[in-house]
């Protein structure tokens, strides 16, 4: 560990808060339906997409319609991935001759794109075509990135909104989203990628020679624009299999440092739309510093495990930390620090693999996914998953004190707990279910590449992430058989929608409820006290549902590598 280090964390940190405030202005304006300074030229687009889909922008949904709109929605997305990975061979953009994808794997990345999960059992450059990454996932990037924040203003509106019915209109919103939010920066942002050496270009495969006289083929393609609405909205799913530790996807130091940045600058500006919209920006804040506090305990514990490395790697030599699966341009600090913000932020791209990381370095990663994606999280996804413990964090202050627990002029009551609880509950069930299954059936155990605890935490990994709708991987694990296609695409789909659907409903109750001012009773959210509760809560539920699993991977491997030092 570092002092230039050191300084890396801080100074990324110190960014994303410095860009909390102005971005989350500019997004409350946007879904309030208010000017912006892109309104002269968007809005007669905007009104165009109203016009020829029928939609009447004044018109708003109850909770049912907006989450039912929002599940056939999805259902289009998946028919156009599906379809256009089936029949890749046939379709234009191809100029690898790459054939049509197998039934099992188009299933899985359908669902995985469309539930910004982006999980990716293939090699992008060998296996999908330039019109498949265009058409089928780069398209589903934007719309599954925008489903994720137009669900957390929903429910945003549920807590700001009293004795109304409805909860915005799903067409709108996603709409404005794309056009006003995503759109803009990613024309920007792919630009800069550009101008950092990353490829964007229709044109076929480049044939090289190298200095040995070796014949090699170097995949290239319409790269910036897939990385940059990958990174923005959280999704994750690579352009080529290395994902961002690959030149093309991540040539530099700067491009590395922005792609983190990129990663948390929505999630964490949502804490403040939140803010904004219930009339008191101090609760956003106090919900950041709930991340906040969380995420500096994760970087902390991997940057140390990583610069530390392990007593086996010393006793060959190897001392400075552990750079196995490591870019030597990002080195560990800027290694441990985008593990953390992508497994934190449910956006599941790697600049180094998280296989090779130590015992208790992987651990975080994983941690981090088990709490249900909630520290940042993924576009909208995380701040509506934080919600949710804060609606139990309520809950518990009411049982202490003894009344009925209130969150910004809201009651909170038995539907709303209930609903939380079925949502957060519903994660554990996944990762933890299926990863008994697959380590006792032989055809599922034959995909593991290590024996033992991290054998066990390569399948723990890889339906904790599809759960959480991350898409990391313990690289280690097989993933392209029938079981693990099939079983990973139902792991996502429940993370996704299990977790969305009481989320809306409780969107639906609070916003039929009136407003309670704030009395001599209310307990204060908005100060140290309530932020310390909210992580008790997070992390009292989140041990008691992944702390059996850690104690069988990570822990037991933290112990073996260094058993001289600890026996």
Not at 131 to 156: D, E, K, P, Y
Not at 296 to 304: K, L
Not at 359 to 386: C, F, K, R, S, T
């Amino acid at each position: 560990m570092t002092a230039i280090g050191w300084f890396q964390i801080i100074l990324y940190c110190a960014i994303v808060v410095a860009l909390v405030k102005p971005l989350g202005w500019y997004m409350t304006r946007v879904f309030n339906g208010e000017a912006t300074f892109l309104s002269p030229v968007l809005r007669p687009v905007e009104r165009g997409f109203y016009w020829i889909s029928g939609v009447d922008e004044r018109r708003e949904q109850h909770w049912l319609t907006y989450t039912v709109a929002m599940l056939l929605f999805h259902v289009g997305g998946f028919l156009i991935i599906y379809g256009v990975m089936r029949l890749q061979a046939m379709l234009p953009f191809n100029p690898a001759d790459q054939a049509a994808v197998a039934p099992d794997l188009s299933f899985n990345t359908a669902v995985s794109f469309l539930t910004n999960t982006n999980w990716q059992n293939y090699g992008g450059e060998s296996t999908v075509s330039y019109l498949v990454q265009m058409l089928g996932l780069t398209h589903q990037n934007f719309l599954s990135a925008a489903t994720g924040i137009v669900l957390a203003v929903a429910l945003i509106r549920g807590f700001a909104r009293a004795s109304v019915r409805t909860i915005g209109n799903f067409w709108v919103d996603i709409t404005r989203c794309t056009l006003y939010i995503l759109l803009p920066i990613c024309i920007v942002y792919s630009l800069f990628l550009v101008s950092q050496g990353m490829p964007q270009t229709l044109g076929p495969y480049v044939d090289a020679t190298t200095l040995e006289g070796a014949k090699q083929t170097i995949a290239v393609g319409p790269v910036a624009s897939q990385v940059a609405i990958k990174m923005l909205g959280t999704n994750g799913g690579g352009f080529f299999n290395a994902n961002a530790a690959h030149p093309f996807e991540n040539p530099t130091a700067l491009s590395n440092f922005v792609q983190m940045l990129s990663i948390f600058v929505i999630g964490a500006a949502l804490t403040n739309v939140f803010g904004r919209m219930v009339g008191n920006q101090r609760q956003g804040w106090a919900i950041l510093a709930v991340m906040g506090v969380l995420f500096i305990a994760g970087v902390s514990i991997c940057y140390w495990s990583e610069a530390n490395g392990t007593t086996a790697l010393h006793a060959l030599g190897l001392s400075g930390g552990n750079m196995e699966g490591k870019e030597v341009r990002f080195g560990i600090v800027a290694s441990s620090l985008f593990a953390v913000i992508t497994t934190a932020a449910s956006c599941g791209a790697v600049n180094a693999m998280h296989d090779s990381f130590t015992a208790l370095g992987g651990m975080i990663p994983l941690i981090n996914m088990q709490l249900g994606e909630i520290i940042v999280g993924g576009v909208g996804a995380g701040l509506y998953g934080m919600l949710l413990f804060v609606v139990l964090a309520i809950f518990v202050a009411g049982l202490m004190v003894g009344r009925t627990p209130e969150y910004v002029g809201k009651k909170i009551e038995a539907r709303e707990v209930k609903m939380a609880m079925l949502a957060i509950l519903v994660l554990p069930l996944m990762y933890l279910g299926w990863t008994a299954v697959a380590v006792v059936l032989p055809s599922a155990v034959a995909s593991m590449a290590n024996a033992g605890p991290h054998g066990f935490t390569e399948v723990l990994y890889a339906f904790t992430s599809a759960t959480g709708n991350n898409g990391s991987a313990f690289a280690g694990l097989t993933g392209n058989t029938f079981f693990y296609n099939l079983t990973l695409a139902s792991a996502m789909f429940v993370g996704r929608f299990f977790m969305i659907v009481p989320a809306m409903a409780i969107a639906g109750s609070l916003a039929q409820k009136k407003s309670v001012p704030p009395s001599a009773g209310t307990f204060p959210t908005t100060g140290g006290l309530f932020v310390g509760l909210v992580v008790g809560v997070i992390l009292i539920i989140g041990g008691l549902t992944f702390f059996p699993a850690l104690a069988l991977g990570p822990i037991v491997e933290h112990l073996a590598m260094n058993a001289n030092t600890l026996f």
